[in-house]
């Protein structure tokens, strides 16, 4: 599948609401969505990031509402693309700030969240690629990050840091070399990686894709979306197995896209807002 039209994957009605962020989930869906999947286990989900993946910071396409857990945030879209399949999920970070910073935030505030799954976006390592901070630090630095979570006894994942058009050679240079790391890192590990790097970086210039960014530095929605698509893909396969989609327990339910998803009102025998066709 392209990853570059996530209309692939959930096509063109659905699609568009959440580019135009008018997707939300009901607050029973969770417990509906366990009853669906016969378990009343928790899957919580806590995804740690700088400007790119936190509460505040950069604004979609420098629009005022925060990254973080509003429609726009790539974690609450891949939540949509999973159909709900996480009871919980945080986006936490510190934009702006070094890995030594954010390791720091992390120890402090992550494990009231009580995770099961810990998303470490390589966003976490990007301002260090503009800092004079060395890449032996960094490879520490991200030990250190996964030993705490598995401490846990969550499950660590990671991306690649994205790409930074809009920054020095130097830290263009800083972001490939770690990025080769970390891709052995996680295979001998066992950890899985989303690669954000190579789903929003033009091959041609190694640099972002013009379309998925308004900065050169961070994602537009376009961008966003398609990491939202990355993030699913790997997440879906360590999640139990949806038993499908459920109903609202209030109809018409605002982040229900099909109307009059209960079957209310039969009037002829067809319920309202419903066609039959044939």
């Known amino acids: 599948q392209d990853l570059g039209d996530p209309e692939s994957l959930v096509g063109a009605a659905l699609s568009a609401s959440i ?15 366990k009853a669906s999947r016969g378990t009343t286990a928790s899957v919580r989900l806590v995804n740690i990031g700088s400007s790119i993946g936190s509460t505040g910071g950069f604004g979609l396409d420098g629009k005022a509402a925060s990254i973080g857990k509003g429609a726009g945030s790539y974690t609450t879209k ?22 030594t910073v954010i390791l720091t935030f992390f120890a402090a505030n992550v494990a009231a969240f009580n995770p099961g799954i810990v998303f470490l ?20 630095n991200t030990a250190s990050f996964v030993a705490a979570i598995r401490a846990l006894g969550a499950q660590p994942v990671m991306s690649t840091v994205p790409p930074r058009t809009a920054a ?34 033009d091959p041609a210039t190694g640099y972002f ?37 459920v109903l609202d327990t209030v109809n018409n339910a605002a982040g229900n896209l099909i109307k009059n998803g209960q079957f209310m009102g039969a009037p002829n025998g067809v319920p309202g807002e419903w066609t039959p066709i044939g």
Not at 80 to 90: E, I, P, Y
Not at 227 to 234: F, I, R, W
């Open 19 to 33: 580019e135009a962020e008018t997707v939300t989930l009901p607050s029973e869906y969770a417990l509906a969505q």
């Open 78 to 99: 891949a939540q949509q693309f999973l159909n709900g399949r996480f009871d919980h999920v945080s986006d936490c970070g510190l934009p702006g700030q070094t890995s």
């Open 168 to 201: 020095a050679a130097t830290a263009h240079g800083f972001v490939l070399s770690y990025n080769t790391w970390l891709r052995a890192y996680c295979k001998t590990e066992g950890i899985p990686l989303v690669d954000f790097y190579s789903v929003l970086a």
């Open 209 to 245: 894709y013009t379309a998925y960014t308004t900065d050169a530095l961070h994602p537009n929605t376009t961008g966003y979306h398609v990491m939202a698509v990355a993030l699913a893909e790997t997440l879906d396969k360590l999640l139990p197995r949806s038993g499908g989609w």
């Open 121 to 140: 976006s390589g966003d976490v390592f990007a301002n260090d690629a503009n800092t004079s901070v060395s890449l032996a630090t960094v490879q520490t």
